[in-house]
């Protein structure tokens, strides 16, 4: 079993910036892609960028260029770099975690930061 929790949650400024990170514990070693999805009020959840445990990075066309992903595997945590916030980036921020090897189809969930962006 593995635990997601995230943090780094809150109200800024558009042009600001914010980071969020994800906390994962349990089953650590069963887990290797990990990523940030986003489910603004009355959209879709979208994907905003993942990253494989080798430090392996793929993003959203949007988010290209403005938002970063890191990994630091020692603490089992993610990280969401936000910069040039804009008013539409406004959303629940969730992490997800993936498992791999014997955990293959393994999908995890933390309950989400809330990011709103005022103008």
């Known amino acids: 079993q593995v635990q997601l929790v995230e943090s780094g949650g809150g109200l800024v400024q558009a042009g600001g910036s914010l980071r969020l990170s994800c906390a994962a514990s349990g089953n650590i070693f069963s887990i290797n892609d990990m990523g940030w999805y986003r489910q603004a009020p009355g959209k879709q959840r979208e994907l905003v960028a993942t990253i494989s445990i080798s430090g392996s990075t793929n993003y959203a066309d949007s988010m290209k260029g403005r938002f970063t992903i890191s990994r630091d595997n020692a603490k089992n945590t993610i990280y969401l770099q936000m910069n040039s916030l804009k008013p539409e980036d406004t959303a629940v921020y969730y992490c997800?975690?993936?498992?791999?090897?014997?955990?293959?189809?393994?999908?995890?969930w933390g309950k989400g930061t809330l990011v709103t962006v005022s103008s």
């Open positions: 997800n975690a993936r498992g791999w090897r014997d955990y293959y189809g393994m999908n995890y």
